[in-house]
């Protein structure tokens, strides 16, 4: 009995020798020059090796590998090659990604009952073909559901020809949106992002294949559609293997699930070893292939790494209670082998996890597997939820795809001292954001409340605006601050332009404004003693006093000849008749004065010649008077400045005054880049100043201003802080163009929406026009100015004005004097000289000064004895 048992057992054991070969031959067919599939060539190479060092799995078996290199476009020569490899003695084929090589594979491998193991994301598998790819039908159902948590209205797809992760029927049956499907390859890309962007759609599915992504991102960049408003979804499930470095700090939404979890400790050690093997195949020049970088893999090879495992586990599982039979196949017989149909089903039937997590299959689909959701945060790629064909979709961290603003974030603020903008305390006892106080901090201070962010506040290191040089084409300030990313907003009295707008970001303007000009006010007009005769131009007095000398002299002319102005002095008197001309020399004088002051005398024209000349005076002297007086009132009550400039024009035109504005500023932009001719030749006449025009502070070209013959030109916001507080400065003109502050972001920035609601709610609310009156028109500081509504009422007339009124009057009462002392002393010379001219002329002044006396008047005393008696 006891050798029976014996032989019994020894059979037994050669039964189990019979039923697992020493070696099992596999096949695998790549494409030839595909840089992607070498990785894959060598994840297959490493799992053959792994398997057959373990000996854990197949502790009797050891596997080897036939590889054959085909072309995408040679159908015929990938049968050759792989009937090739049947007649070899393969008992398994490793297809390629091509979906019509793996047709043309799969069809010879069904034939002969060989299994065909894929990796390629297709709906459509043979009888003895296996998928380790996720189910095309499950991966539809990851996106759906994805594009329903984010809630998209409308999206665009881009999918290249012969490829594509998602079913695009069954995507767009399955949501309600606005879909825009649109066909690419690489020459096309550029035109249909384009499309995409003037159309608004700012949601993009991107089902392209990996090898050209990177194209595609380039023409992103340059499309300018890396911004925080769109929503890029890729299919590809290597997107942490992409290049993102340009994408990484614009807040550009990349979502896209992943395959493989590189944070996984068994990843990370396979990663690891199959680094060591390849640092092995380098050395031993077996092969050229290296790993695309040290730290990740890609989902291809790690499918292909899990393919031959799952081939592996398989056959492990069928040698354990069946015998392999190993048979000579050949495709021109087309016998199909007995043992591939066994195989094929304990392959269908593994369950293991891999590189690309759980595996399990469902007549040839693999319906067992975890996708990661990742999204593209500042500086990495961070899980923000799975997905699995149970669970479905399970988000995370929900606060990354929405509202961002809510979390507890510090931002960078960036500034310039500018008064009343931001201004800044040096005393030791202020740190921090406490430095810093004006009209743009309290603004910032008020957003921040509204938005939900604390801030840290500092200044730009080079101390300008922002401006970019036309020679280098690099920018300064605090827009090249905003590009780097060294800031998240730059607050202050930043003017929002065309070129800072292409580069970075601004919110709505919380001001409005534009360019005007700054100058000293004139002095006023010197007043002179004889300011009342400015009315008419020196010359029309000239023409004045000639027609009054004119129309005298005519009248005593005329007079003269005309007999109807003479008459008898004593017309009673028949025996003397003396008769008399009215109009003398020194008579005509004094009716043409006369009518000329409006005042008349008691010498009238009676021949009909004398009074149209008179008719023609008046008429004269009328206009001239209405005249005079109409104007006099305007230069005696209007003070007069002298003003050598109106406006930009003006400016322009002379050289006498220079001008110039801030440096590296806005200002300076506009008329650097203006077309208008006046502004072009500002911008020369500035740009070639010696020494400069330009002033580095708004402080320096106030202080120039003050200095005397410069204009400063400057943003009227600005200009009307510094007039109000100083009342030597003025405005020259209006504004030269039309703009805004706003606050800047670097492109693509979450907080933009954000603060532009939060400035709108404060306009309408009135807090910025209060913070504006608060450090505009704080009557503590404004100087003391005439109003123009008080200017408009006459000024009171003051000496300097009128004062050459009474020098005339005096002097032409010292003129009567004198003519009167002429003529007492002519009278004196023809009277009899009992007396000198001085006793004469006192007795004179003595009875003259006498008005109430009785007594005879001197000369009439002495002259007659009768007049004696008479009162007067």
């Known amino acids: 009995m006891g050798n029976t048992a014996l032989l019994s057992l020894l059979l037994t054991s050669l039964a189990q020798v019979e039923s697992a070969p020493p070696v099992i031959k596999i096949g695998a067919l790549f494409p030839k020059h595909g840089a992607q599939q070498s990785y894959a060539e060598l994840a297959f190479k490493y799992a053959v090796y792994r398997i057959n060092r373990d000996k854990s799995l197949l502790p009797d078996t050891t596997l080897i590998y036939d590889i054959q290199y085909v072309s995408k476009y040679d159908s015929f020569d990938a049968v050759q090659k792989v009937c090739s490899q049947v007649e070899r003695g393969v008992q398994a084929i490793f297809s390629p990604t091509d979906s019509v090589l793996a047709t043309h594979i799969n069809s010879i491998c069904d034939a002969l009952d060989i299994p065909d193991i894929e990796r390629r994301s297709d709906t459509k598998t043979q009888e003895f073909s296996i998928n380790v790819h996720p189910s095309q039908q499950y991966v539809n159902h990851a996106f759906i559901d994805v594009i329903r948590y984010l809630n998209w209205t409308k999206f665009g797809i881009l999918y290249e020809k012969d490829y594509g992760i998602i079913e695009l029927n069954q995507l767009s049956r399955a949501v309600q949106a606005e879909v825009h499907i649109r066909q690419v390859s690489t020459s096309t890309y550029l035109t249909v992002l384009n499309e995409f962007k003037n159309k608004e759609i700012h949601n993009i599915i991107v089902d392209t294949n990996s090898a050209d992504i990177s194209l595609l991102l380039k023409n992103i960049l340059q499309q300018q559609m890396n911004e925080y408003k769109y929503h890029y979804l890729f299919t590809s499930f290597d997107l942490e293997t992409f290049d993102l470095e340009d994408f990484k700090y614009n807040f550009v939404n990349i979502t896209s699930y992943r395959l493989v979890d590189m944070s996984d400790v068994a990843v990370k050690e396979i990663l690891k070893d199959i680094e060591t093997y390849n640092r092995q195949v380098l050395k031993h020049n077996e092969s050229n292939f290296h790993l695309k970088n040290a730290v990740g893999i890609e989902t291809n090879p790690a499918l292909m790494y899990d393919s031959v495992y799952v081939f592996a586990i398989g056959l492990q599982t069928l040698e354990q209670s069946h015998t392999l039979h190993l048979s000579n196949l050949t495709c021109d017989d087309e016998v199909p082998w007995n043992g591939g149909l066994s195989l094929i089903n304990y392959i ?72 009343p903008y931001v201004m800044m305390h040096y005393e030791k006892n202020f740190t921090g954001n406490e430095r810093f106080y004006g009209f743009c901090v309290d603004i910032l201070e008020t957003i921040s409340h509204e938005v939900g962010f604390d801030y840290i506040l500092d200044l730009v290191p080079d101390r300008k605006y922002g401006a970019k040089d036309p020679e280098t084409g690099q920018w300064n300030g605090m827009v090249a601050q905003l590009m780097k990313y060294k800031a998240d907003l730059a607050v202050g009295s930043m003017t929002i332009t065309y070129a800072r707008e292409s580069v970075i970001d601004f919110t709505k303007p919380f001001m409005n404004l534009g360019i005007s000009i700054l100058f000293k006010i004139p002095t006023s007009e010197p007043t002179r003693l004889f300011s009342f005769m400015n009315p008419l131009a020196i010359e029309i007095w000239i023409y004045v006093l000639a027609a009054y000398f004119l129309v005298s002299i005519t009248m005593f002319v005329v007079a003269k000849v005309s007999p109807i102005e003479w008459r008898a002095i004593h017309p009673c008197d028949l025996e003397n008749i003396t008769i008399s001309n009215q109009f003398s020399i020194s008579n005509s004088f004094w009716f043409t004065i006369g009518t000329l002051m409006q005042q008349g005398s008691d010498i009238h024209p009676k021949a009909i010649s004398t009074r149209i000349i008179s008719g023609i005076w008046w008429f004269f002297s009328l206009i001239i008077v209405a005249s005079y007086t109409a104007n006099l009132a305007a230069f005696l009550t209007v003070e007069r400045m002298i003003t050598p400039i109106e406006n930009a024009e003006d400016l322009s035109s002379q050289t006498e005054i220079s001008y110039g504005t801030l440096e590296s500023g806005s200002t300076m932009t506009f008329f650097r880049d203006s077309m208008i001719e006046t502004y072009k030749k500002m911008w020369r006449s500035m740009d070639n100043k010696k020494p400069s025009a330009f002033t580095s502070t708004y402080e320096d070209g106030i202080e120039r201003v003050k200095q005397g013959n410069y204009a400063f030109l400057m943003e009227s916001t600005m200009l009307d802080y510094t007039v109000q507080r100083n009342c030597n400065l003025t405005q020259i003109g209006g504004l030269l163009d039309t703009k805004g502050y706003g606050i800047a972001t670097p492109k693509g920035s979450p907080w933009r929406d954000k603060i532009s609601l939060a400035i709108l709610e404060l306009q309408e609310k009135g807090d910025i026009q209060m913070l504006y009156d608060k450090w505009w028109k704080n009557t503590d500081e404004t100087c003391t100015r005439k109003s123009g509504k008080k200017q408009s009422k006459a000024n009171a007339l003051g000496l300097e004005s009128i004062g050459g009124v009474f020098v005339v009057l005096i002097a032409g009462i010292l003129v009567a004097i004198v003519v009167a002392f002429f003529e007492f002393w002519i009278n004196f010379r023809n009277r009899t000289k009992t007396r000198s001219l001085w006793l004469e002329m006192l007795e004179e002044l003595r009875y003259a000064l006498r008005c109430m006396s009785k007594r005879q008047r001197p000369e009439l005393s002495r002259c007659c004895s009768e007049c004696q008696n008479l009162p007067y």
């Open 348 to 419: 269908n039937a593994v369950e293991w996890k891999g590189l690309t997590g759980p595996i399990q299959f469902k007549e040839g689909q693999r319906v067992q597997f975890k996708l990661d959701l990742i999204k593209l945060k500042q500086h990495s790629i961070v899980k923000v939820g799975e997905w699995t064909p149970q669970g479905h979709l399970n988000i995370t961290e929900p606060s990354l795809f929405f509202d961002s603003g809510s979390m507890n974030v510090t931002l960078v603020v960036i500034t310039i001292l500018e008064t």
